[in-house]
């Protein structure tokens, strides 16, 4: 009614062709919604390199043309917990605007949660969403994004800000916006102050939606034990979080071979089948292989198990 003509696009983790995207919206149920609609899919797979002058993590960055060429930006994001930045929202979401496996990379760049928030904020700030839609209709609980379990929450929460819509989220979802490693660091660059009561809510109030029994990731850890993770992350992650390891019905696709950023798996042949293999030594517990698995094939292994079998 305004005029407005609106393109669909997406940049999942894998392979930057077009075969892949197609299947990505074709699975996603994106191709239908623009069929219905009228909206134009995506499918410009280029690129431009952009500069973050003010970046804290990066100071220039790959980013998808279909974003650089929008006049206006609405991201619709999921609301899910994630094993790695525990949180998966309105932030997150604008990590797809790097193009494909060009992903895998920051993550073996940046290997822990806070560092690699550091990335997420960078690229909300250079490129803020005019505004967003997130949708807790159904959310995900538990090991996201890819072996979480359904939730029904009920809600749909729109807001200019990003950072201000994750913080709603959180605290409908009953997990302290401060124990999300890039609100955290929000808080630090001074983007928010991390309380809820500082967001002007208009619609039902926060209590009247609160989920109470959400399930978090396995891999939450909250304040003060978040604090010294800050630090220490990088040394004891590798020791005491869930570590990748493939279930029976691994097919040996080579999805996850292909997006591990420090290259630990590998796709090997057990007599007439194929199957993942993790290395025993390198995992930055980045879950890639966890979230782009197909077959939800990919398990994880707290420290304490003695056996996966």
């Known amino acids: 009614m305004q005029g407005g003509k609106v393109t669909i696009g997406d940049s999942p983790g894998g392979p930057n062709n077009l075969s892949y995207i197609k299947l990505a919206y074709s699975r996603a149920g994106i191709q239908k919604v623009a069929l219905e609609t009228g909206a134009k899919l995506n499918e410009d797979l280029s690129?431009?390199?952009?500069?973050?002058?003010?970046?804290?993590?990066?100071?220039?960055?790959?980013?998808?043309?279909?974003?650089?060429?929008?006049?206006?930006?609405?991201?619709?994001?999921?609301?899910?917990?994630?094993?790695?930045?525990?949180?998966?929202?309105?932030?997150k979401v604008q990590y797809g605007y790097i193009p494909g496996l060009e992903k895998s990379i920051y993550h073996g760049k940046f290997k822990e949660p806070y560092s690699f928030s550091e990335l997420i904020l960078d690229i909300v700030e250079r490129f803020p969403p005019n505004f967003?839609?997130?949708?807790?209709?159904?959310?995900?609980?538990?090991?996201?994004?890819?072996?979480?379990?359904?939730?029904?929450?009920?809600?749909?929460?729109?807001?200019?800000?990003?950072?201000?819509?994750?913080?709603?989220?959180?605290?409908?979802?009953?997990?302290?916006?401060?124990?999300?490693?890039?609100?955290?660091?929000?808080?630090k660059r001074k983007l928010t102050t991390g309380k809820i009561s500082d967001i002007q809510i208009l619609g039902e109030r926060i209590e009247d939606v609160k989920v109470l029994d959400y399930k978090r990731p396995g891999s939450y850890k909250s304040s003060p034990v978040a604090n010294a993770f800050r630090v220490l992350g990088r040394f004891v992650t590798p020791f005491i979080s869930p570590k990748p390891y493939p279930l029976s019905n691994c097919t040996g696709c080579g999805i996850c071979e292909v997006n591990c950023p420090k290259k630990i798996i590998r796709i090997v042949s057990e007599?007439?089948?194929?199957?993942?293999?993790?290395?025993?030594?390198?995992?930055?517990?980045?879950?890639c292989c966890h979230e782009m698995c197909p077959n939800k094939a990919m398990g994880l292994k707290k420290f304490y198990q003695v056996s996966t079998k």
Not at 178 to 183: A, L, S
Not at 271 to 287: H, L, M, Q
Request: charged share 20%; hydrophobic share 40%; net charge positive.
């Open 47 to 91: 690129y431009e390199y952009v500069s973050f002058p003010n970046g804290k993590a990066i100071k220039k960055a790959k980013i998808c043309k279909f974003v650089l060429n929008a006049d206006k930006i609405i991201t619709v994001p999921k609301l899910k917990t994630h094993m790695f930045t525990t949180f998966s929202g309105a932030c």
């Open 132 to 187: 967003v839609f997130m949708d807790g209709i159904m959310g995900m609980e538990g090991d996201g994004p890819n072996a979480g379990r359904p939730k029904k929450v009920g809600v749909i929460i729109g807001g200019e800000d990003p950072i201000s819509v994750d913080i709603a989220a959180l605290s409908i979802i009953n997990i302290e916006p401060n124990n999300v490693p890039y609100i955290a660091n929000a808080v």
């Open 271 to 287: 007599g007439n089948r194929k199957r993942a293999k993790v290395g025993t030594f390198g995992c930055i517990r980045c879950y």
